[in-house]
Each structure stands twice: as C-alpha cells, then as structure tokens.
C-alpha cells in the first residue's frame, strides 16, 4: 500500500523537524532563524511568488476589523514539503510585499487529538532550537472570531526580547463556523512581527 500523501506530510514534517534541529545554532533567538517552506518574516512574497499569484490568492478575512494587514493563502499543498497550505500576512500597500507573519497549515478534520499529539511533538523540538525564548502556555481560548464561544485554539507561544514570536497552534472549529467560512480543525505553526502580534491582538478582531 502506498503511504498516503497526508502521511507524507507527517512524515515530512518530523524530518524537517530533525534536519532543523542539526542545522541550526543552539543560539538562534530569532524568528529568521525559522524558515517555513523557505520563506521566513522579512523576506519579499515576491522571490516565491507573482504580483498575480499573491492578488489572486488574497483572502479577506470578514472576521478582521482593521484592514491593516490582509492574508495571502496559498493551497496547492502538492508544491509544499511539510504543509498543506500557507496564510501569509503582508501590510496593506507595501509594494515590497514584506512578509510580517507566516504559518505552515495541516489539517486534522475531525482528529483534533491527533493535533494536540503533533504538537507536542513541534514544540519539544522547538524549545531545543530557540533555547533563549521565554515558552508561554496559552492554554485553551475561545476563538474571537466565533462570537459563540464554541471554537477553541490551544497555544504555545515562543517569545523573543525582540517581541517577535512563533505560535504552535491547534485550532478546534465548531460546526457553524465550519459550514459558513468552510475552516476545518488543524495544526498552524506560525512565525509574526511584534507588529504584526499587536495588531492580532487588539485591532484585528
């Protein structure tokens, strides 16, 4: 039997994971160091992308407030090593299109145990690479985008003296959000700008 492409992905992401591990300096206390796809915050969308791939792919969000920054999702998981799509956050009118937030998206539609498995997993090796960064337990929250109460995210969230942070996330949809903005349950390993951070706390939604 042939392994299945998510298992691939699986696969994939724990080799990364290793390979990450070995190539990396124990010192690295910056998000730059971490690469998702190849693509880390500061770099331009434009070395990976066209000015037409990223306006076609331009997801706006209706749960954001503040149009500020806007979400590039990319989905053609075939091209993608580890993950089955990317949301990339870049700042309203920069025509540099600077990369201020990346996350590696897989999906566990209805299998989030499988989730909070694998992301125990991401983060023990997380907390071995980026050994200067303050780990915090975010614990389990309400979704702010589900004005119900009933979607829940579970994060870790690795802080840096910069402000800048990773997130290793997993995120639990209920059913009517499922069905009116079509999100699944999924594992979201993210990289973002203080900037960005900020404006995800108090302005996007």
């Known amino acids: 039997m042939k392994p299945t492409n998510k298992l691939m992905k699986r696969l994939s992401l724990y080799l990364f994971l290793l390979l990450f591990t070995l190539q990396t300096p124990s010192w690295a206390d910056d998000i730059r160091d971490f ?5 880390s915050v500061g770099d331009s969308l434009l070395d990976y992308f066209t000015k037409e791939e990223i306006k076609k792919n331009n997801r706006n969000y209706t749960q954001y407030k503040s149009n500020k920054f806007y979400v590039v999702g ?8 580890v993950y089955d799509n990317l949301d990339i956050h870049l700042k309203t009118n920069d025509k540099k299109y600077i990369i201020k937030g990346i996350a590696g998206i897989i999906y ?9 498995k694998q992301q125990d997993d991401i983060v023990s090796e997380l907390s071995q690479i980026f050994i ?7 614990g389990t929250t309400v979704h702010p985008a589900d004005k119900t109460g009933e979607s829940k995210t579970t994060d870790i969230y690795f802080d ?3 402000g800048d942070s990773a997130k290793v ?3 639990d949809w ?3 959000m499922t ?10 390993v993210s990289i973002v700008t203080n900037e960005l951070s900020e404006w995800l706390k108090n302005e996007a939604f």
């Open 169 to 171: 996330s997993c995120f």
């Open 35 to 39: 690469q998702i796809e190849g693509m």
């Open 132 to 138: 200067t960064a303050k780990i915090d337990d975010g």
């Open 74 to 81: 990319m989905d053609d998981e075939n091209s993608f090593k």
């Open 179 to 188: 069905k009116k903005f079509r999100y699944g349950d999924h594992l979201r």
């Open 160 to 162: 840096f003296k910069s």
């Open 108 to 116: 566990f539609i209805k299998n989030i145990n499988d989730c909070y």
């Open 174 to 176: 209920s059913e009517k």
